[in-house]
């Protein structure tokens, strides 16, 4: 055989094969609905109407379900208004709007522009993730749709260490390649390899990492990296490489980038990690020691000439211990050095071992790729000197954010506000446009709220764990976050007191959804039916996207004797279940419940049935399913149903108990008693009954 032969048929069945089976098996596993699609958008039809919608499952790829890391609620049109303006937000948390997603980024942002364009409508899609840094956010950006958005905004930096694939995450472990990171995500798209998962998954017990629970900032200080750290070089080079390609797909998407830097916490957030450097010897480490006393017991004293003495000595020592230098700053800022203060501010954050904030390098990175990259299609805003500039003569501290990176109300602000000169510069360059007051632009997001006091009440929780509590200004950090909570408190007042601020706004007609969504929360706490339901119907025309307005108003209907009428909004809270599988099955066997009250048996047996048949591991709601069977299969006299569902659910229960699934469901006796005692058989609901009372002895 020739060698030219010998080659193909080696190709052949090397490679050709092999591949062609890969094909196969990849596209019959597609067929049969094994695996998940990883994309950040599904398409989803509305009532005839195309939509794209988020798709929870996406962070799936690089966390552990478990986690909960997942998209914002986001349902948009795939066909655009030509009078509309669509702008996506691309980031982390910081970006998502945490701790205040309903008081976030998009939503600052959205009224700034409703007031600039009257005449547009305005939508600003939030795509942020907590946790995410630029290997997400690549991805995200990879697989948006093409002319989904007008403009994209981009504010990531802060999490490229904690985040997947850095050297201090616990979830993707480090990879100092990009290429190998990319083809390990394409690996994982796959659905043989998902398959593949899934086997191993069976036949080993669950890891740690699979079923772990939310723990927050807790979870990503297991290791420290220091600023000599050789990893961080191909952190550096990752992000730089991962937001230049993310500028370029969203410019091929005809997406306009509006790149910004990423201002972080320097004031107010001391280091959470210090270590000396490497090669610090006994002697210098003891005569450390003692200069540090010295220096603490200064600073205590607030003898600030004294302190910066001392100070500056230890780090002639040691000029890598971040905290010297946080404590050298604060000292300098007493003395009102503000300019020698920022350096070492900076440097604290340099030398932080524990990689949570963005850094110089981070930012460097964004204001050369903003030199570099196509104008035309690509605007930067300077969001780092815009916080200085807000903070002056000091540097950016609780003034703008709540702890080491997440925006308060004035931080998210100043956001807004510089992206919408940023916006309307590319858009309608004529406008002159005018910064909105700060006190107009909380009224149109209705900041603060009762919600507010809520999340503030889960901040504080947050930043009494560690990291924060490993800072030297913990009890400063944990004394503020206490002093805004009750600032924010005394302004929100009580439900009346909100009610009319807000009034005020829906007569100036100049309010958007959310607003709506709280005064029909007012008004049902209240009680003030008539105007809840006003607000609810106004807030669904507004926005005819969110699952709990269309349960809150079917709430209402079935609350009033309107059965009917719940099951419209019923059925449409069906299209934002985003396969929430326990909120499929409650409306789903709510609207059976429905028909079967407005005397509709049969109709009502088909959404009854279809829980039993596709949502038996949802136990509440199967049982609540058999037991309004056999309830309204009796009231019909529809006897031969009723028997068939009475076997039906002992089989179910059974089959549980079989299974040691009765803790999934504490109630299984009680509720076969009660289906027992509906269908008439007293000695079978005595036996149940019976077993209720064993299990709970």
Known sequence: MSPIKKFTFTFIAVVCIPLLFFLALEGILRLFGVGTNYDYFHEININGELHYQDNKAFANQFYPSSLGIAPLNNTISVSRDKDEVRVLVLGGSAAQGFPHINHGLDRHLSAHLRRALPDKKIEVINTAMTSVNSHVVYEVARTIPANSADYAIILMGNNEVVGPYGPSTFSQNFLPNLSMIRALQALKRTRTWQAIAMLVQEVQPASGKTDMEWEGMEMFTEFSVPHNDERLEDVYSHYENNLREIIDILQDKNMHVILSSVPVNLRDSAPFGSIHRSDITEDELSSWNA???????????????????????????????????????????????????????????????????????????????????????????????IFNQASQPYVPGWNLLHEHVHFDYEGNYYLADAFTQA??????????????????????????????????????????????????NFAELKSHTESRREQISV?????????????????????????????????????????????????????????????????????????????????????????????????????????????????????????????????????????????????????????????????????????DRVDEFPLLYRRMAQIMTIAGNNSEAQRWQSLATKDKS
């Open 291 to 385: 200069l540090n006393k010295q220096a603490d017991n200064a600073y205590t004293r607030k003898n600030w000439p004294e302190a910066k003495d001392h100070y500056q000595a230890l780090l002639k020592v040691d000029n890598e211990y971040a905290e010297s230098h946080f404590r050298l700053a604060t000292v300098l800022e007493n003395m009102r050095d503000y300019a020698l203060a920022k350096k070492h501010f900076e440097a604290a954050l340099h030398y932080d071992t524990k990689r949570f904030r963005s850094n110089h390098v981070i930012n460097e990175i964004v204001s050369q790729m903003a030199s570099d990259e196509d104008k035309e299609a690509l605007s930067f805003v300077d969001s780092v000197a």
């Open 423 to 472: 916006i309307l510069a590319d858009f309608a360059p004529s406008t002159n446009y005018s910064s909105m007051p700060k006190e107009q632009a909380a009224e149109l997001i209705g900041f603060p709220n009762h919600e507010t006091n809520q999340v503030m009440d889960r901040l504080l929780k947050m930043v009494q764990k560690s990291p924060f509590t490993n800072q030297s």
């Open 491 to 659: 302004e929100v007042g009580t439900p009346k007191d909100m009610l009319e601020k807000r009034q005020k706004l829906i007569e100036q007609n100049s309010v958007d959804w959310k607003i709506h969504y709280e005064l029909a929360e007012l008004n049902r706490f209240l009680r003030n039916k008539e105007a809840f339901y006003f607000h609810l119907s106004e807030l669904i025309k507004l926005h005819p996207h969110n699952h709990e307005s269309y349960i809150k108003l079917a709430e209402f209907l079935s609350a009033n004797g309107k059965f009917r009428e719940a099951i419209t909004p019923l059925k449409q809270s069906l299209y934002y279940v985003r396969n929430d599988r326990n909120k499929a099955s409650q409306a789903i066997g709510w609207i059976g419940l429905n028909y079967m009250r407005t005397d509709d048996y049969e109709d009502g047996k088909v959404y009854l049935e279809q829980i039993i048949d596709d949502y038996s591991e949802q136990i509440s709601a199967t049982m609540r399913a058999y037991g309004t069977l056999v309830k309204y299969a009796k009231e019909n006299k529809q006897n031969k149903d009723m028997y068939g569902y009475i076997n039906a659910v002992e089989r179910y229960a059974n089959m549980l108990i079989k299974q």
